[in-house]
């Protein structure tokens, strides 16, 4: 979900860039401030219920339901929108280009769900406590408001 997601975000951002440059301005603002409401939301999350699903799932079901949660988020293009122009000039973007930020996202990607995924392994028992996870979603509640102040002021 994510690569399809970045590449659409660098297409439409690049087209809006050579058409309306000062609409970039209008993003970046619009990015800090959905930056500051999720990590608001985050920080007063309750948490969620960690009950198990018994039944035996195939390798390619779990794909296909991972790609379908990853590919109708739209918080991921809205995150991608918001991301991309503070990094990359859109009016000198080129294919070669377009294809680096694709491998880079989709390796980041990869690594940082996989560290997460024998993370949540490890640590099972310790965040399925309720305390644990609230104080969890306030430290990346303020860690997002932190990155929309900066999207703000940068």
Not at 33 to 59: C, H, N, P, T, W
Not at 103 to 116: D, H, K, P, Q
Not at 127 to 144: A, D, R
């Amino acid at each position: 979900g994510d690569i399809l997601y970045v590449s659409i975000a660098m297409f439409a951002l690049t087209i809006l860039a050579q058409t309306i440059e000062q609409a970039m301005v209008y993003v970046k603002f619009f990015g800090a401030a959905y930056l500051l409401y999720i990590g608001f939301q985050q920080y007063r999350s309750m948490g969620v219920s960690f009950e198990e699903d018994k039944r035996r799932k195939s390798i390619a079901h779990l794909l296909f339901s991972g790609f379908l949660v990853g590919g109708t988020n739209p918080k991921t293009i809205i995150y991608y929108l918001s991301f991309l122009p503070i990094f990359i000039d859109l009016n000198n973007l080129t294919l070669a280009t377009e294809m680096q930020v694709i491998v880079v996202v989709g390796i980041t990607v990869l690594f940082v769900l996989s560290l997460a995924n024998l993370l949540g392994l490890k640590l099972r028992r310790s965040i399925e406590n309720p305390g644990v996870i609230q104080k969890v979603n306030k430290i990346t509640g303020i860690t997002m408001m932190l990155v929309g102040v900066f999207v703000a002021l940068y």
